[in-house]
Nanobody, 125 residues
């Protein structure tokens, strides 16, 4: 079992920046694909960014060039640096872990085994 805890959400003006953090329990963190998803009320959870266990990173088109995902395997932590924030980035952001070699895609929420509780990000115009 992996326990994920997010932090760093909050209220920011459009054009501002926030950094989200997610710390995982366990000793096999480096073998997980770690990703950020986000969700607004009434909509499905959508992919934002992923840090594959091989070292590759992936981004949704909507955040590419503005968000950066990074990981510190020694600290069992991933980060999401969010710059040039827009009101449409407002959502609950979730950290998720996908076990190595499990089926499915890095950008599909249904293929992740572990989830954090979520952290609210609100961008005012």
């Amino acid at each position: 079992q992996v326990h994920l805890v997010e932090s760093g959400g909050g209220l920011v003006q459009a054009g501002g920046s926030l950094r989200l953090s997610c710390t995982a329990s366990g000793r096999t963190f480096r073998t997980y694909t770690m990703s950020w998803f986000r969700q607004v009320p009434g909509k499905e959870r959508e992919f934002a960014a992923s840090s594959h266990w091989t070292g590759s990173t992936y981004y949704a088109d909507s955040v590419k060039g503005r968000f950066t995902i990074s990981r510190d395997n020694a600290e069992n932590t991933i980060y999401l640096q969010m710059n040039s924030l827009k009101p449409e980035d407002t959502a609950v952001y979730y950290c998720a872990a996908k076990v190595r070699f499990s089926s499915g895609s890095y950008d599909s929420s249904r293929d992740y085994q572990y989830w954090g509780q979520g952290t609210q990000v609100t961008v005012s115009s």
